[in-house]
Structures are given as C-alpha cells and as structure tokens.
C-alpha cells in the first residue's frame, strides 16, 4: 500500500494534490461534482477586504493549449465570506486555504488579521502576484524590496502556515523567492499566470477587455517545470508547484523537480474530476515504480 | 444545487439541418437527469490544441425513455465547426445539468418566443415543455434568409409559427421586432426570447416598453459553466454573476440593458 501523504510544514495533506485559486471556487462549487474530502487540499478563491467586482467583460480568451483570462479578483470581501462562505464550507473535510490579495500592505496585514482568526482555514497562501489587478497584485511580486517587505508585514500577523505565491513574470523568480525565504515565508507556490495578450485580427482589437491578461494551461507548463526546478534549488522551504497540470504524468514530473504538492488550476475547467483522477494516477506511478511514498517522488530527477 | 455529472455520451445522430445547423443526438448508457428549457451542457470538442475549452449549448430536447439528449449546433467559430464533423458512434465528454431554467408558464398564460440562431433551440424546447394549449403559444424564428431557418414544421403541434428573414424570403422582411406580433405584445402574459445579443436588447426594449415579463437566455463566453473561473459575467442590479449558475436564463428587469 502506498502512501500519497504529504508534509509540508507542520500541514499533513492526504494526498500532493490542490486546487489552485480562482480555479475551484470557495470548495462548494466541485461539491456539486464530487466529495471534495478526496482532494489534499483547496486554495480558495482569491479575497480582499473590501467587495470587488473584477474586471469588464470579456474576462476570457481561449489561445493555443490554453487560455488568457482577466478576472481581476472578483470577490464580495473578507467579512461577506467570514459570514456567508466560510460557515457553510468548514467542516470540509479537506485542507482549505485562503488566498490574501491587498492593493497595499496594510490591506494585506489587515485582511490576513481577519483570516488567521479562521480555526479551519490551514494555512494562508500571500498572493503577490495576481497579473490582472491595477493596484497591488502582482506589482509586490515582481521586485525583491516590495515581495520581501509585504512578506514581513503578514508573516507578522499570520500564526498559520505562509505560503507566499510567486510571479513568473521576472527575470529571476530565484531571487524573489530567496527574498521571501529569508522573510518568513514558510513555503512557496509557483507559478501564477504569464501575462499575455490575444488580438482579433480581423476586427483589429484586443480580445480581452484589460487589453493584456494571465495565460494559463499547458502551454506554460514547460515554463512553470522550469521554475519550480530553479526554485527547488535555490531555496530550502518547500516549494508547490502549478502551471498547466492536466494529468498525473504532469504532477508527477513537478513533483520529481522538486515540488512537494502540485495545484491544479486550469484543467478543472475542462474536467472538474480531472485533480481526482491525478490522485489515482499518482498512486498507480508510485506502485509501478515500487515507491512507498509520494514523498520519494520529491526532487527525485536523475540528472 | 443539483449534482453534475461529466459523462461520455455516444453520438447516435448528427445530421445537417441546413447548411450551417447541425442537429446532434447523443445516448447516454445510464439514466439521463432531468434538463428543462433553458439549461444547456458543455461538451468537449475532441481536436487539436488549438480548441482548448468545451463548448456551452443550450438543450434542445430529451427523451427519458431513449436517455439522449439533443443539441442544435450551429457553426460559429472552429470550435462548433469541428463538433459537427463527429461520427455517429464516437463519443463526447460533456458536462450536464448546467444554468437555471426558464419561468415556466402558468396554465392559462399566452407566451411569446422568440429564437435567432442558434437561440432557436431552447424556445422549440419550451415550447413542447410549457404544456400550453397550442392557441396560447405564439413562436417568432427570425434568420437572415429563408436557407438559414430549419425545417420546425412539427412544431406546430405546440403553437402558432411565424418567421422573419432580413431579405424577406421567408416570412416577414427584417428583424423579428419588426414583426407584426410586436404590435400587441400586451396580448402576451410571458416573453421569452434566445439569439444574438442586438436581438435579445431590442427584445427586452419592447417588452419593457409594453409591461410584460420577459427572460432572455445569454450566450457570454464561458471557461467553466459551473460558477468558478468567473469568465462569463454579466452586470446586473445584484452585481456581476456569472452567466453559467446565475443563468443563462435571466429577467430582463434584473439586466443593466
């Protein structure tokens, strides 16, 4: 019998697998598909302090194996879900894990205050790299002074396990994720989108209303193993790794670069059931390979 | 909320209904769950990378006894295009119940529907769903030539019919607001109305002008269909919701049109 269990900080997950934020809802969503009890562990939905209502329509463009989308962090606010989704969703019997989004640091301390006072919320996922905001967002996430100094001011507040989520959209993610190592951050996860862009030729005008938007699915997952590989190697918390993971194959290969748990975003909107069927994907790897743990698979590349 | 399932369905019939609508059949192994008008499924459509998302339709009938389900498809982009290429016996992941349904009627309303494209589907579905007496069911197909409307000839067993095509080839010339049942639309207690957008605004516009209910069912682009990417959004007077588990169906009272 094999053991998919993971560790990562003082967090026992079932299983390596996640749903990434913004991709899964608040949990209840998949719930009408499926015991979301089977999966590791939920991120989700990106929160703010205060309600937003995302970006205009068109939010979305379908691009080669893949898809821009731009959101924009829609959301009716911390104190609407403390009231309203988290009574509803927390006796999941799942890991969930909220994903804090601020336009400033103090939005960020304030809203992760609120949070950390969660009993059944896990763990905080700090994203500081969402591409599709105006203010905030990505632009901490992007330079080692405003990641380090956002990093320090939530580690502060945040007595639950902090994993700070990553941009690629760097000349060097190794360095932002040394900056928010060194800053208290207790894992990371990598990569958020690639931002990007898709033209109606024809009408000679951007497809998506933000003109420019994140770029997700397996087209960027070459990228995405590469980052998390770096990341691997530059720093000694555990890294989560996401970008374009369809199938087990996918899992496993981040997971053998260095990633303790992987997310999976994007293929749920194809497949809602497809994190379910990487979970027994990765437990029939694990047994043709003769391993006994999931653990083993971590880092393991032969090179 | 109900359960949804993803499901491979068989592919028992795909026959061209002209030359860009398609009707396709597909069988399920197991019992099928009930999907009223209005609802719609995503289907994937199995191709190249360069086809990534499913494919939102909306029902377009059921049958218990059979288990199948079928869609009316009409050739949009390279994603319905390529759907329509399936062979009979191949199959097709799609994900179902989706949306919410339309109000049905009450017993003695008099309703209007109106379809355009591939909103024609959902209105021929309500039509044999309403349980009406065939004098009160009043249905408006408008198309751009009279090639571009479908054979609908056994729907007259549910309602009176009437069509309009923009080079007056069928029916009355010009939009389906121009049509004369526009005159009196008080005469209706209900209005329903699916098609392009330019369409369903000038629709709701007249509805709203004379009083009468009426729901329109949105076509905005979806990732999902089931209320997490937050892609397909429409603003309305409770805020942004998603088109896939606030609608498709919505009230036009309830849009900023």
């Known amino acids: 019998m094999v053991d998919l269990a993971v560790k990562i900080n003082n967090l026992e997950f079932k299983n390596p697998v996640l749903t990434a934020s913004g991709t899964s809802g608040n949990a209840e969503e998949l719930m009408d598909f499926y015991d979301v009890s089977k999966l590791g562990g939920i991120l989700l939905k990106g929160v703010t302090l205060r309600n937003r209502d995302g970006n205009a329509y068109p939010r979305m463009a379908e691009t080669a194996s893949g898809m821009l989308n731009a959101v924009g962090l829609q959301n009716k606010g911390i104190d609407y879900f403390i009231a309203n989704i988290y009574p509803r969703i927390k006796d999941y019997k799942t890991h969930l894990i909220a994903n804090v989004n601020g336009s400033t640091v103090e939005e960020y301390i304030e809203l992760t205050e609120k949070v950390d006072e969660l009993e059944n919320i896990s763990a905080i996922e700090l994203n500081i790299s969402c591409p599709n905001v105006k203010e905030g967002g990505m632009s901490f996430g992007i330079s080692c002074p405003s990641a380090e100094a956002v990093t320090r001011e939530v580690r502060r507040v945040c007595n639950k396990p902090l994993i700070v989520k990553l941009?690629?959209?760097?000349?060097?993610?190794?360095?932002?994720?040394?900056?928010?190592?060194g800053q208290g951050a207790d894992s990371v996860s990598l990569v958020n989108t690639f931002l990007g862009m898709a033209i109606d030729a024809e009408k000679k005008i951007p497809l998506l209303s933000t003109i420019t938007g994140g770029l997700s699915g397996p087209a960027i997952k070459p990228l995405a193993l590469r980052m998390v590989w770096q990341v691997y190697n530059a720093v000694k918390i555990p890294v989560i790794g996401m970008g374009g993971i369809m199938n087990a194959t996918d899992a496993i290969?981040?997971?053998?670069?260095?990633?303790?748990?992987?997310?999976?975003?994007?293929?749920?909107?194809?497949?809602?059931f497809i994190p379910v069927k990487i979970i027994d994907g990765i437990k029939d790897y694990l047994e043709r390979h003769n391993l006994e743990s999931a653990t083993d698979l971590v880092g393991s590349l032969q090179l | 909320m109900s359960k949804k399932e993803v499901k491979n369905l068989v592919v028992v019939e795909n026959v061209a209904l002209n030359s860009t609508n398609f009707l396709i059949k597909l069988k399920s192994s197991e019992s099928i769950p009930k999907i009223e008008p209005?609802?719609?499924?995503?289907?994937?459509?199995?191709?190249?990378?360069?086809?990534f998302l499913r494919r939102p339709f909306s029902v377009f009938d059921m049958d218990y006894t059979e288990n199948t389900m079928s869609l009316i498809v009409k050739i949009l982009g390279r994603g319905s295009k390529k759907l329509t290429e399936i062979k009979k016996g191949e199959e097709l992941s799609v994900v179902f119940p989706l949306g919410k349904t339309f109000t049905y009627p009450d017993i003695n309303d008099k309703i209007l529907l109106v379809g355009g494209g591939s909103g024609v589907a959902p209105m021929l579905f309500l039509a044999k769903e309403a349980g009406l007496k065939k004098d009160n069911v009043t249905m408006l197909l408008g198309a751009r030539t009279s090639e571009d409307h479908i054979n609908v000839q056994k729907y007259e067993q549910y309602g009176n019919l009437y069509f309009t095509t923009e080079d007056g080839s069928l029916g009355e010339k010009g939009f389906v607001t121009a049509h004369s049942v526009f005159k009196n639309l008080k005469t209706y207690n209900k209005i329903y109305a699916c098609g392009p957008d330019a369409m369903m605004k000038s629709i709701a516009k007249e509805a709203d002008k004379a009083g009468v209910f009426c729901e329109v069912s949105l076509e905005n682009l979806m990732a999902c269909g089931f209320g997490v990417c937050l892609c397909c959004i429409e603003p309305t007077v409770k805020g942004n919701l998603c088109v896939c588990t606030e609608g498709p169906v919505f009230n036009i009272n309830d849009l900023k049109w």
């Open chain 1, 167 to 181: 941009s690629p959209n760097v000349t060097d993610i190794t360095e932002i994720a040394k900056a928010v190592e």
């Open chain 2, 38 to 51: 209005g609802q719609f499924v995503n289907v994937e459509i199995k191709d190249t990378n360069e086809i």
């Open chain 1, 253 to 272: 290969e981040f997971m053998l670069a260095g990633a303790s748990a992987v997310q999976v975003g994007t293929a749920i909107f194809k497949d809602p």
